[in-house]
């Protein structure tokens, strides 16, 4: 690469002149013309957790209480003695 090394201390200040001004004219030529403001729509609200969860119950109704928390009953060891013997419940 020639075009960097062995130079003198001006012949740098000028490659790095000429550097600075290619920039500065394809800053120039990439700014885009300044249009008049459209006016735009707003954009749409973003849905939400509570939305996004009644659309997928509606799509997949068998599914609706899949994830619900279940009641689960701690039984001491009498009680679950006298379920077993009965087959019944409290």
């Given at each position: 690469?020639?075009?960097?090394?062995?130079?003198?201390?001006?012949?740098?200040?000028?490659?790095?002149a000429?550097g600075?001004?290619?920039?500065?004219?394809?800053?120039?030529?990439?700014?885009?013309?300044?249009?008049?403001?459209?006016?735009?729509a707003?954009l749409?609200?973003?849905?939400?957790?509570?939305?996004?969860?009644?659309?997928?119950?509606?799509?997949?109704?068998?599914?609706?209480?899949?994830?619900?928390?279940?009641?689960?009953?701690?039984?001491?060891?009498?009680?679950?003695?006298?379920?077993?013997?009965?087959?019944?419940?409290?």
């Amino acid at each position: 690469m020639p075009i960097l090394f062995n130079k003198t201390l001006a012949e740098c200040r000028l490659l790095g002149a000429r550097g600075g001004r290619a920039r500065a004219r394809n800053l120039r030529l990439r700014k885009v013309p300044a249009s008049p403001a459209q006016p735009t729509a707003p954009l749409p609200r973003p849905e939400n957790v509570h939305q996004a969860n009644l659309l997928l119950d509606h799509q997949f109704p068998w599914l609706v209480a899949a994830f619900a928390p279940r009641r689960t009953v701690l039984l001491n060891a009498t009680e679950a003695v006298f379920l077993q013997k009965t087959g019944g419940t409290r």
